[in-house]
């Protein structure tokens, strides 16, 4: 009776101990977690055991003058304006799949959830790409020399840099939909969910479209030249080249929350869901840059004369004109 009275209280004791385990919160990744900088963490980073700020060694080859880049969810694309050459590259290990001729020198591209899009400075037109297997679906005519894209979900942008207009072309069969007067010189395009955001080169504007009917609802000042530009949710960020500053300004109505300066020829602007990665065109680096309050998380090598950036999930992908080479940052 004795020892099965003492297996009795040791099995209740074993119990106790099991649902007090039980009943722990377990360790997890909180969104409301924050590193040395205050940054919430990168939970794919995190997965590939990726600790460090960013890579400053990775660098693939993929032709000629690199401009405009895209991830279509597991490649990245990027616009080989020197060689009229698009090319194509597995993210996980930046092997290059295929090099696809694009003629009138291939300067940006953006993906629609199927196809990428290729807009030719040389060439008043568009080319539609099927991303799977690169076929090429058409050849749109937009305005004199297109430079930035976007795409709103079910159109696609194209700011025409010496045609001072945006056109909007159905993603499903590159119909112009419309064709809006915005001002000399619109560069790079970026969609925050209801507007599209322009910016104006030899200027100090960006300017908000309405994406339902191409209104032009306002222009704001920001640094001079502004180039790049990208939306993190709740505000626009916007690269001024000659101004070496980056201005943030809330979506909802155009205000100047913050002027970050110290960079060297910023050029294009990209979030992460995190951070806002700018590159410094005449500094050979990218800026890391804190979303809250604009503070400069940190620096690091590319290639030289970085321009456009994209996020695959977890790494930063710069083009690097100057080396014919993409850093994975």
Excluded: C
């Amino acid at each position: 009776m004795k020892k099965q009275r003492l297996l009795q209280i040791g099995l209740a004791i074993l119990l106790v101990l099991v649902l007090s385990v039980a009943a722990q919160e377990p360790d997890k990744v909180d969104a409301t977690d924050r590193d040395d900088h205050g940054t919430p963490p990168n939970v794919n980073a995190i997965a590939l055991l990726r600790w460090y700020p960013a890579n400053q060694t990775t660098k693939f080859p993929v032709g000629a003058g690199p401009t405009g880049i895209a991830f279509d969810g597991a490649n990245m694309w990027v616009a080989n304006a020197k060689k009229n050459i698009v090319t194509k590259l597995r993210a996980s290990d930046g092997k290059v799949l295929m090099r696809l001729r694009v003629e009138g020198s291939p300067i940006n591209v953006v993906f629609d959830g199927a196809n990428v899009w290729v807009s030719k400075q040389n060439k008043a037109s568009v080319t539609k790409l099927r991303a799977s297997d690169g076929e090429m679906l058409g050849n749109f005519a937009v305005g004199n020399t297109p430079t930035g894209l976007a795409f709103d979900g079910s159109n696609i942008w194209v700011a025409n840099f010496e045609g001072a207009t945006l056109s909007k072309l159905r993603a499903s069969d590159g119909k112009v939909l419309g064709t809006f007067v915005v001002g000399d010189n619109p560069w790079l395009l970026a969609f925050d969910g209801a507007n599209i955001w322009v910016t104006t080169y030899l200027s100090t504007n960006v300017t908000k479209v309405r994406a339902s009917d191409g209104k032009v609802l306002s222009t704001f000042v920001v640094g001079y030249d502004p180039i790049g530009i990208a939306f993190d949710g709740t505000n626009i960020w916007v690269a001024a080249n000659s101004g070496n500053v980056v201005t943030k300004l809330r979506a909802r109505d155009g205000k100047v929350l913050d002027t970050i300066t110290g960079f060297s020829n910023p050029f294009g602007v990209i979030f992460d869901g995190a951070s806002i990665w700018v590159t410094n065109y005449g500094g050979n680096s990218v800026t890391k840059v804190r979303t809250q309050d604009g503070k400069v998380i940190g620096t690091f090598p590319t290639g030289p004369f970085p321009s456009s950036l994209a996020f695959d999930g977890a790494n930063v992908w710069v083009t690097n004109y100057g080396s014919d080479t993409v850093s994975k940052m």
